[in-house]
């Protein structure tokens, strides 16, 4: 399957003046002074978290980010989108391993240590987008089943994926993988290519109807000079797209140029959606080393983040295996079963036997699990959300997971 990454949300709301138009050089955006930019690299440097010059496009190296969480069989190898959280000010990667199954992490973008949530289940494609929007709901792409081209609920505690209230997005005809959502103008904003014309549309998406109305159309993006001067680059493409709180876009352009690895590299650029104006920045790359310069290709680019001062330091500290913080992995077989008491212990809560346990599965899971008197049976394979409380005397306590139910 071929995959082109795309990163953060979609835009809705913002009168826009003209369909078609080649985009004009002009001065890049500022960024506000209160939010950061950054890259997380996915081919040469696999995992590194890079703080960007929004100026110069200048990296300066945080950390590393993905590694092989405890109690679990997933080995990232790619990192395919990334999304920043307003409301709790947490930032998010979606990763995949060499089977092609993906995961969701936390990742701190002050220390570039990442925190494995849980692998995914029940996804019904290839997720290559994924943006969250001004209350805090977590989008990704996805199809549902019958051909069409949805928006997905993906939970950031649990990695469980919904398709329950997922958007069927009409009115745009070619497949996006690219979207971002712009908090100040509380809009969805999709990006995607025109097969014929190679042209990069953008639309605006109703997330209350799924309609998408085309807003613009990328015509002849500028080439961009690679840092390293070794020639311009050409046939320039949009690959990751994220939304400052001025409602002016950043984007990153792989460049199928000259580059120092594979002839290509990533530039970062600005797009404002109101004058209609693209403006590559220079390609990304490290000051300290002037051999390198990102090798973003087809495959493989740098994930793009917005965040806000003083919003990095959300992860635990790893365990020593640098894995991350082992989860709590509870398996359930379809047709078998598991006592709610159990289930309670697992997910860390203290059980005597004068405790009472009371489990709520959610609105969305009931379809992968069903309680039978004292016990939690699987229905299908899926990801089962369930919120326990075990009361013993007067003291009561509640705690939210997920149950994976397998074959």
Partial sequence: MKKTFGLTALLGGVLLTSLVAGPAQAAPETLPS??????????????????LDPATAGGVKVGTSTGSPDGTDFTPSAIDAAAYNPVTKKSYIIAEDSSGKQALYSVNLSTGVSVYIATFVNVQDFIQGFAI????????????????RVLVSLDLETGAISYDNAV???????????????????????FMQDPGSSNYLVFTVDMSTGNATQVYEFTNIPTVATTLTDGNATGTNVRRVAFDDNGNAWLTLQ????????????????????????TPIANIYDPSDVTYSYAANEFYAPVLLLSHTGADVVAPTPTPSGGGVKPVVIKLKV?????????????????????????????????????VKTNLVGVKKGACKVTITVKTGKTKKSKTGTVTIIK
Avoid at 343 to 365: D, E, F, P, Y
């Fill in 34 to 51: 209160t939010q950061h930019v950054y890259a997380i690299d996915s081919a040469n440097h696999y995992g590194m978290v890079w703080q």
């Fill in 133 to 148: 929007d001004n209350s805090g709901h977590a989008w990704v792409n996805g199809s549902d089943g019958d051909g069409n």
């Fill in 168 to 190: 069927i997005i009409s009115g745009a005809n070619y497949w996006f993988t690219t979207f971002a959502y712009d908090i100040k103008n509380s809009a969805m904003y999709l």
């Fill in 255 to 278: 460049n199928n140029g000259t580059g120092v690895y594979g002839g290509s590299s990533t530039a970062l650029a600005t797009w404002n959606p109101i004058s209609q104006v693209l």
């Fill in 335 to 371: 047709a078998k079963k598991l006592a709610i008491r159990t289930v309670a212990t697992k997910l860390g809560l203290k059980v005597t036997t004068k405790s009472t346990a009371t489990l709520v599965i959610a609105k969305a899971s009931k379809k992968y699990c069903k309680i």
